[in-house]
T-cell receptor
């Protein structure tokens, strides 16, 4: 069974602070995705990482895929209240099926 | 471009009753997914359709859940009879499938089901 463990599960920080969310698995995935979900809405895709060691940047968000394609991290620089939400990592298997982690709830206080 | 549409947005039923959810994917998307998201957890895939055929239903509780996508477009997910543990948000997603970027899924807003 392929599982993804996210940590931390909850994070409450002040505006301007930096944070990192981790996503770990014992399984290898063909690619890994990060989503952000706001209350009452479905998840929205932020990024897909495909190559081991790959780093992608999306404004203040930096995503990294582990060399062995089993783990990933999301780093947010100078967090803002608008970053508040549920962050989900998802491993992609060959049929396009997504295996989601349990999510990290981020609260950024002004 | 219109997104994935789902209805109803909210539903409250008593245990042992039946309920159905409807999903209209993005036009042209061949692959449709139904996920269950229990509060505090990530979404769990229930069933994946490629056009009107089932690709993966390994985690669908088939004794009470059923889903169909008869014309390869809209889909319905049914629960009969509902149990308390079915309380969750039911998300529908779609993707281009084999024709495009198969792994970029677009999610609808979900249906929040409460079973009392």
């Amino acid at each position: 069974t392929q599982l993804l463990e996210q940590s931390p599960q909850f994070l409450s920080i002040q505006e301007g602070e930096n944070l990192t969310v981790y996503c770990n698995s014992s399984s290898v995935f063909s690619s890994l995705q990060w989503y952000r979900q706001e209350p009452g809405e479905g998840p929205v895709l932020l990024v897909t990482v495909v190559t081991g060691g790959e780093v992608k940047k999306l404004k203040r968000l930096t995503f990294q895929f582990g060399d062995a394609r089993k783990d990933s991290s999301l780093h947010i620089t100078a967090a803002q209240p608008g970053d508040t939400g549920l962050y989900l990592c998802a491993g992609v298997v060959n049929t396009g099926k997504l295996i989601f982690g349990q999510g990290t709830t981020l609260q950024v206080k002004p | 471009e219109a997104g994935v549409a789902q209805s109803p947005r909210y539903k409250i039923i008593e245990k042992r009753q039946s309920v159905a959810f409807w999903c209209n994917p993005i036009s042209g998307h061949a692959t449709l997914y139904w996920y269950q998201q229990i509060l505090g957890q990530g979404p769990k895939l229930l069933i994946q359709f490629q056009n009107n055929g089932v690709v993966d239903d390994s985690q669908l509780p088939k004794d009470r859940f059923s889903a169909e996508r008869l014309k390869g477009v809209d889909s319905t997910l049914k629960i009969q009879p509902a149990k308390l543990e079915d309380s969750a948000v039911y998300l529908c997603a779609s993707s281009l499938g084999l024709a495009g970027r198969p792994y970029e899924q677009y999610f609808g807003p979900g249906t929040r089901l409460t079973v009392t």
